[in-house]
């Protein structure tokens, strides 16, 4: 029952004027707006710790499970990448993310550039395999080549450390890790 929804006055009312029959039902359902596509990319090139890694996908399916609905209908895509994308999962489901929990093995260790996982997403969208894409998590030590141009979806860079003097574009959002 959504009770933001539901109007007392009009119940209580129907209550008396009907002698114990409710003018109005309560609403049966609520719409709620969910995510139901985004991306997260892992940097893994040469600077990044495997443990911190999965950790954070770790904590990111916790957070993922606690999101009302989340794991009924998903479409998320977890890219491993350093200066090209190494890996490409998709997840449609939670033992689908529990399976790649426990299977992870990160691949890369090159030097980073940010610039093919935006190209691969875009690509994903182009062939529609994306089509209600909201955003990207970029997990990520923050020394690379960002691309110029803003993306059509939300894009946040969370860095892990602060060694580099990272200078994020200014349509991403960062969060720094400690």
């Given at each position: 029952i959504n009770d933001d929804e539901f109007d007392y006055i009009f119940y209580t009312y129907g209550l008396q004027l009907y002698e114990k029959m409710p003018l109005i039902e309560p609403l049966e359902y609520k719409e709620i707006?969910?995510?139901k596509e985004f991306v997260i990319a892992i940097d893994t090139s040469g600077s990044v710790r495997g443990d911190v890694v999965q950790s954070f996908?770790?904590?990111t399916h916790d957070i993922l499970l606690q999101q009302e609905n989340f794991f009924t209908k998903i479409n998320l895509h977890i890219l491993q990448c350093d200066d090209r994308i190494r890996e490409d999962a998709r997840i449609t489901c939670k033992e689908e993310f529990d399976h790649y929990l426990q299977t992870m093995e990160l691949k890369g260790f090159g030097r980073t550039d940010f610039r093919p996982v935006?190209?691969?997403?875009?690509?994903l969208i182009?062939?529609?395999?994306?089509?209600?894409?909201?955003g990207l998590l970029y997990f990520t030590d923050g020394d690379?080549?960002?691309?110029?141009?803003?993306?059509?979806?939300?894009?946040?860079f969370i860095l892990y450390q602060t060694d580099y003097d990272t200078q994020v574009p200014a349509w991403a959002i960062s969060l720094i890790l400690t």
């Open positions: 707006k969910a995510i996908i770790q904590h935006f190209a691969h997403v875009n690509e182009r062939t529609k395999e994306l089509t209600d894409l909201r690379g080549i960002f691309p110029m141009e803003k993306p059509p979806y939300d894009t946040a």
